[in-house]
T-cell receptor
Framework: DAKTTQPNSMESNEEEPVHLPCNHS???????IHWYRQLPSQGPEYVIH???SNVNNRMASLAIAEDRKSSTLILHRATLRDAAVYYC??????????????FGKGTLLTVNP | DADVTQTPRNRITKTGKRIMLECSQT?????MYWYRQDPGLGLQLIYY???????NKGEISDGYSVSRQAQAKFSLSLESAIPNQTALYFC????????????FGPGTRLTVL
């Protein structure tokens, strides 16, 4: 499975934007880039995913580099509820609907009031 | 009602005991997954099932077994629990939207003394 590299931790202030980076230099053409987050004492939850183009949803934006070797999850205005571990995961599109996710250690985001 | 339920939510057991963790889902999905999370680490896949008759080993299946009794139920067993199986255990199934994501249950905290 292709690997991802994320910083162990990042810190932000409330109501400021947060840019969470992820490197995936060995990404293949069939890999989707998925982001999940895990709030304290909860299971992971889906945040956003993309293939080549930048994506936006109600939770976040995903900016994907043109060569697809890196991506950035953008939280436009961090809130205290966004404090969590954020996981960047590559998912092989070639597996169709039958696939598994491989989690790394993720980035622990701390949001200061 | 929650889409995925896990029982028990917390369990303390002793070394050598057999224990079963249960997962039930109400959405009729074919695919179900069991993950384990050790403190400070990401999730590791134990077993996954693409339908009732299709069960696959994940990254760390040694010491575990599973049973897919019905489409809605996927049970994880520790035949002879050992202390290093102390962890958080999460069950997952496909997300509703987008469909190529995963939705995680609330988790079971297992302590093996």
């Amino acid at each position: 499975d292709a690997k991802t590299t994320q910083p162990n931790s990042m810190e932000s202030n409330e109501e400021e934007p947060v840019h969470l980076p992820c490197n995936h230099s060995t990404i293949s053409g069939t890999d989707y880039i998925h982001w999940y987050r895990q709030l304290p004492s909860q299971g992971p939850e889906y945040v956003i995913h993309g293939l080549t183009s930048n994506v936006n949803n109600r939770m976040a934006s995903l900016a994907i580099a043109e060569d697809r070797k890196s991506s950035t999850l953008i939280l436009h205005r961090a809130t205290l509820r966004d404090a969590a571990v954020y996981y960047c995961i590559l998912r092989d599109r070639g597996g169709g609907s039958n696939y598994k996710l491989t989690f790394g250690k993720g980035t622990l985001l701390t949001v200061n009031p | 009602d929650a889409d995925v339920t896990q029982t028990p939510r917390n369990r303390i057991t002793k070394t050598g005991k057999r224990i079963m963790l249960e997962c039930s889902q109400t959405k009729g999905h074919d695919r179900m997954y069991w993950y384990r999370q050790d403190p400070g680490l990401g999730l590791q896949l134990i077993y996954y099932s693409f339908d009732v008759k299709d069960i696959n080993k994940g990254e760390i299946s040694d010491g575990y077994s599973v049973s897919r009794q019905a489409q809605a139920k996927f049970s994880l067993s520790l035949e002879s629990a050992i202390p290093n199986q102390t962890a958080l255990y999460f069950c997952a199934m496909p997300g509703q939207f987008p469909t190529d994501t995963q939705y995680f249950g609330p988790g079971t905290r297992l302590t093996v003394l």
